[in-house]
């Protein structure tokens, strides 16, 4: 008889240290007594996001070092002579802009000496910031004075703040200048002074800040990009190489 009651002691011993082992590996997470769910796999896309904090950016293209060529930066090194005046809060590139303020139907215009030939030249590049109303601009001139001709481009949409202005050479009217009217024989695409000239509309004031104006020989490199807009990207001199420069204004 007690042979019988110790080994049933014993059997339920084993059955509660049994037990008690399942329960504690269940509880680790050891064991489970239900089949688990398999978890439902989601594609999920990456995203890159490049965070972009300067407003342009330049890639060497030194192969095209003779396609462009700077003709003004408006520092205050320049040699500008009329109406402007350096200013040194609202610029683009280097330290200073150069602002012309024409008021009731004034003309305020600013001139620099400078040397250059537009022979090969296919557009001009040229940063302008309009502090005032579109509307308020009569008339807003860039001038080259040549040696034996006068060429002039009339200006008209500008927007408020920074403008990329794409100029083409065959857009720009043509004069006589006074040697030529004399009978002299000179080169008619040597350049020798840039005007640049902004008449408001009466009753009204209009500011217009200048920053860099340069010229390219060409505009091949456009086709390696696919732009939606061709007043994006130019060559320019970047010190003593040639870098293709990416421009943009106004959250566009």
Do not use: C
Not at 70 to 95: K, L
Not at 104 to 121: E, M, P, Y
Not at 137 to 146: A, P, Q, R, Y
Not at 169 to 195: A, C, H, M, N
Request: zero cysteines.
């Amino acid at each position: 008889m007690r042979k019988i009651i110790l080994e049933k002691a014993v059997a339920l011993v084993l059955i509660l240290i049994a037990g008690g082992a399942t329960y504690y590996f269940y509880q680790q997470g050891e064991i489970s007594f239900l089949p688990q769910k398999k978890e439902k796999q989601e594609t999920k896309a990456v995203v890159a996001e490049i965070p972009i904090s300067e407003n342009q950016y330049r890639l060497s293209y030194n192969d095209k070092t003779d396609a462009t060529f700077d003709i003004a930066n408006f520092e205050n090194n320049e040699n500008w002579f009329g109406d402007g005046d350096f200013d040194f809060s609202i610029y683009f590139e280097g330290e200073t802009s150069l602002f012309l303020s024409s008021f009731n139907h004034q003309k305020a215009s600013v001139s620099l000496k400078k040397n250059f030939d537009i022979k090969d030249v296919l557009n001009f590049k040229f940063l302008v910031h309009l502090e005032t109303d579109p509307a308020y601009i009569e008339e807003f001139n860039l001038i080259f004075s040549g040696k034996n001709k006068d060429y002039k481009f009339p200006i008209r949409d500008l927007g408020s703040g920074w403008n990329f202005l794409v100029l083409s050479k065959e857009s720009f009217s043509s004069f006589l200048s006074e040697k030529e009217k004399r009978g002299e024989t000179v080169p008619e695409t040597e350049i020798d002074k840039v005007t640049i000239e902004l008449i408001s509309r009466p009753k009204v004031r209009s500011i217009v800040h200048l920053d860099s104006l340069w010229a390219e020989k060409e505009k091949d490199y456009l086709k390696d990009w696919n732009l939606n807009s061709e007043n994006f990207l130019a060559l320019k001199r970047n010190e003593k190489t040639t870098s293709l420069l990416a421009i943009n204004f106004n959250d566009n």
